[in-house]
């Protein structure tokens, strides 16, 4: 049992690239989540999803998009990276009301 | 979701129990208190969490006021490694609210 997976665990892009963030879980979790850590800083929500082919928008999704087309996989897509999307990014999963579960992180710099 | 106010920063002996307090004055019945913390930039780690009732797990203690207005984080006997920034949480436990909302934490620095 893996719990939450993430992948690459650092990255750089150049402004303009695009880049997938990779999260898959095997809890059987229905809900998933994307956060954004900036230094110093509080999560900040990116996207959600309460179970396969359900999507929703959380505090900061411009410059993200996500699909959930299985209950495993929450893949992030960052088109035209910019210097501010420059973060480390958190990936969870929890079941409904249950305990989130993290993953250890992504680090993206954007040069 | 009901805001939580937390200190900024705490000291702590190491050996000493450290209590961390939070304050969220506006929740609802249905929402649970939930406890995490993050060590080093690495993922938030769950702890505790409760409804009413004081809990107690292999980590910490949680006493919850009994109008649920605040709430206290207890590590018995603080560590070195326990040093890391602490969250409290407040979130529904099963509405239509399944987003889990984060502050800035109080920033726990235990001492040798």
Not at chain 1, 75 to 88: I, K
Not at chain 2, 21 to 26: D, E, G, I
Not at chain 2, 48 to 68: F, P, V
Not at chain 2, 71 to 87: E, F, G, Q
């Amino acid at each position: 049992n893996a719990g939450v997976t993430q992948t690459p665990k650092f990255r750089i892009l150049k402004i303009g690239q695009s880049m997938t963030l990779q999260c898959a879980q095997d809890m059987n979790h229905n809900y998933m989540y994307w956060y954004r850590q900036d230094p110093g800083m509080g999560l900040k929500l990116i996207y959600y999803s309460v179970g396969a082919g359900i999507t929703d928008k959380g505090e900061v999704p411009n410059g993200y998009n996500v699909s959930r087309s299985t209950t495993e996989d929450f893949p992030l897509r960052l088109e035209l990276a910019a210097p501010s999307q420059t973060s480390v990014y958190f990936c969870a999963s929890s079941q409904v009301g249950d305990t989130i579960y993290f993953g250890e992180g992504s680090w993206l710099t954007v040069v | 979701d009901a805001k939580t106010t937390q200190p900024p920063s705490m000291d702590c002996a190491e050996g000493r129990a450290a209590n961390l307090p939070c304050n969220h004055s506006t929740i609802s019945g249905n929402e649970y208190v939930y406890w995490y913390r993050q060590i080093h930039s690495q993922g938030p780690q769950y702890i505790i969490h409760g409804l009413k009732n004081n809990e107690t797990n292999e980590m910490a203690s949680l006493i919850i006021t009994e109008d649920r207005k605040s709430s206290t984080l207890i590590l018995p006997h603080a560590t070195l490694r326990d040093t890391a920034v602490y969250y409290c949480i407040v979130r529904d436990s099963g509405g239509s609210n399944y987003k889990l909302t984060f502050g800035k934490g109080t920033l726990l620095t235990v001492n040798p």
